[in-house]
């Protein structure tokens, strides 16, 4: 059976050009600067990693607010074109296999990506994203709100297929429990105008601890 990541990546290798067209800037999502500023101002230090940084939107925000921010990334066409604007370490790397050393940074910020981990996988990841944050580090994440989970196709369904896992905050938030990682904020985001599409649930988490035992 394919990994449904891998398949979706395909997909966002497909439509790079277009979706970075339609996410590169901040001005197309009026909600998410309260979010990175909300992040930034919890931090404990400057050592972020944006992960699936997708056209590097948020990773020059952080930059411009002073961190440094490393990146991974599974699409290629995404890395290569924000190794053409910043100097930054960007890594082709899957977020449920991340290669760093533990404890090393200050914050995780993955906006829009989690959604995209089968369920399966979705506890280790979470713990995963756990080891390399330093005790007391910050997360953001943000997931669709709903049951189970869909493939959803754009245009030719051989050409753009994207793989999204749903949830309820509640089910979250007992993940990121499971994963040593205590839950500070939690929002809702309806689609008043669009009333059978998933909303979206904002998530800020804080690493127990403030020394591994």
Known sequence: MQDPVITTIKSYEIKAEEYIRNTDQLAYFPDLPAMLDKFIALLPGPCVLDVAFGAGRDTLYLMANGLSVQGVELTMPFIQKLKEAISVPLYKMDMRYLGFVNDCFDGIWCCSAFLHIPRVDALDTLRGFSRVLKPGGIIYLDVKEGHGYEWKSEGNINQANRYF?????????????????????????????????????????????????
């Open 165 to 213: 896992t749903y949830y309820e905050t509640n089910e979250l938030t007992e993940l990121l429990e499971q994963a040593d990682i205590e839950v500070l904020f939690t929002r809702r985001q309806s689609h008043a105008k669009i009333q059978d599409k998933p909303g979206w649930i904002n998530i800020i988490g804080q690493k127990r601890g403030l020394t591994r035992i």
